[in-house]
Nanobody
Framework: QVQLVESGGGLVQAGDSLRLSCATS????????MAWFRQGSGNPRQFVAA????????SHADLVKGRFTISRDNAKNTLYLQMNSLKPEDTAVYYC????????????????WGQGTQVTVSS
């Protein structure tokens, strides 16, 4: 069992930066593929970024590429999402998720989810 707790969301202006964190429980964090998804009001859950258990491989959605960076610290059992140059369209609830294997971009392939943290970007 893995428990995920996101933090770091908030209300910012366009162009600002935020860093989201996802603290995890358990001693197997380093074995999971980790990812960030987001869900805006009335929209389906959308892939943002993912990285492999060793952090050697990453994937970022085209919409955030060059602005967002996913990273992990396996010693601290924590996942991060550095978000720069935020836009109003980035407004959403951001979720971290953990998976043993599967399609990184498919939310159905993730076994564990956090409760989400709200990010609101004003214009």
């Amino acid at each position: 069992q893995v428990q995920l707790v996101e933090s770091g969301g908030g209300l910012v202006q366009a162009g600002d930066s935020l860093r989201l964190s996802c603290a995890t429980s358990g001693r197997t964090f380093s074995t999971y593929i980790m990812a960030w998804f987001r869900q805006g009001s009335g929209n389906p859950r959308q892939f943002v970024a993912a990285l492999s258990s060793s952090a050697g491989l990453t994937s970022h959605a085209d919409l955030v590429k060059g602005r967002f960076t996913i990273s992990r610290d396996n010693a601290k059992n924590t996942l991060y999402l550095q978000m720069n140059s935020l836009k109003p369209e980035d407004t959403a609830v951001y979720y971290c998720a953990a998976s043993r294997a599967g399609n990184w971009h498919n939310p159905n392939d993730y076994e564990y989810w956090g409760q989400g943290t709200q990010v609101t970007v004003s214009s």
